[in-house]
């Protein structure tokens, strides 16, 4: 039986209208089941039926007190944990979210392309990129550099767009451990055309992949 997601993507603030691109891309990525949803309800039972949780650009405060009980339960204990984009501007009420998602998104410049360096090729997210990746995104600053925290995948050249506040180490893609659990975040994704693009697309199945214990790579 392939291990299941559960993929959610209640949103309280921003909502970004590439969330239905998003669920249809997960579910084409061949190998898991998707079970995708809003209701804030599911996350207060048991999580242990599934691979990986999957915040699919979340915003705003999305879980109830008992979700975030199950959720960090889940996670500590060795469940898998995914944010795609807007899952950094999630929970900034939570201490707990922010630690193990590594940080909180800040601000953006406009949608534009550039330039993403990769800095690890081993990785299940990146093995299939090249050095150097460009994409069109909104290239989020953070409210910390997570790299204390994460062992990063990627990250963004500002010298390929306009906007950037981060400066020269800007992390965008990164995996850490939280307790027994998995954790994969990339900050890529805004737009629905990102979610039919093939390196994107084995890019999030490498990633929550990882989170799942699907594929692996190495210590991290």
């Not at 995914?82 to 707990?96: F, S």
């Amino acid at each position: 039986m392939a291990p299941r997601l559960l993929v959610y993507s209640r949103t309280t603030a921003y909502r970004h209208d590439s969330i239905p691109a998003g669920i249809a891309a997960l579910r084409a990525l061949g190998g898991f089941e998707v079970d995708a949803t809003e209701d804030p309800a599911v996350l207060e039972h048991p999580l242990d039926a599934y691979a990986a949780v999957v915040f699919l650009s979340t915003s705003g405060e999305v879980l109830t007190p008992r979700g975030r009980e199950r959720l960090a339960a889940y996670v500590d204990a060795g469940g898998g944990f995914a944010g795609v984009h807007a899952a950094a501007c999630t929970e900034y009420d939570w201490p707990y979210y922010g630690r193990m998602l590594g940080t909180w998104f800040a601000r953006h410049p406009e949608h534009q392309p550039g330039r993403a360096v990769v800095e690890d090729h081993d990785h299940p997210a990146t093995r299939h990129l090249p050095a150097v990746w460009h994409v069109t995104d909104e290239w989020y600053d953070f409210r910390t550099n997570p790299r204390a925290a994460v062992h990063v995948l990627v990250r963004a050249d500002e010298s390929s767009y306009e906007g950037g506040g981060m400066g020269d180490d800007h992390p965008v893609v990164w995996c850490r451990r939280q307790g027994a659990g998995r954790v994969f975040y990339t900050a890529l994704g805004h737009a629905p055309e990102a979610y039919h693009d093939p390196h994107f697309r084995a890019h999030l199945r490498g990633g929550i992949g990882w989170a799942a214990r699907v594929t692996d790579s190495g210590s991290h």
